[in-house]
């Protein structure tokens, strides 16, 4: 069976711009229904912290200093242990680099003397 043709995708000008119109008519027309029936907006809730009355107010803030503190250092040591990787990384490479220079350039000292 001898396969069918594909069609082309091309699109007449005059639909695309119909297209184009309907799109942007649309757009408005939605605008228009959003400014007349507003809806609710959600507001992100914030955290409203600790009361003064709370009993061990001030454990409780040590405690939270403590642990922010603790994930700033530990942030720290991550940040110091992936650019000692890739320093040892970067050393590695240039090492095989002079290596393979090295190589070459015996090589080539090999093959002149021949």
Same mark, same amino acid.
Not at 21 to 41: C, F, L, S
Not at 71 to 87: D, G, I, L, Q, Y
């Given at each position: ?23 942007? *008519?649309? +757009? %408005?027309? =939605?605008?228009?229904?959003? !400014? $007349? ?7 992100? &809730? @914030? ?17 939270? *200093?403590? +642990? %922010?503190? =603790?994930?700033?250092?530990? !942030? $720290? ?7 000692? &990787? @890739? ?17 070459? *350039? ?9």
């Amino acid at each position: 069976m001898v396969p069918k043709k594909r069609l082309s995708k091309r699109v007449r000008l005059s639909k695309k711009y119909s297209i184009k119109g309907k799109i942007k *008519e649309h +757009q %408005r027309k =939605e605008k228009r229904q959003a !400014k $007349k029936n507003p809806q609710p907006q959600r507001k992100s &809730k @914030k955290d409203p912290g600790i009361p003064n009355n709370w009993p061990f107010k001030e454990e409780l803030l040590n405690e939270v *200093e403590k +642990q %922010r503190l =603790e994930a700033e250092e530990e !942030k $720290k040591r991550k940040r110091a242990a992936s650019r000692k &990787k @890739k320093a040892a990384k970067k050393a590695t490479n240039e090492n095989t680099k002079e290596q393979q220079i090295e190589e070459e *350039e015996a090589e080539e000292e090999h093959s002149e003397e021949e």
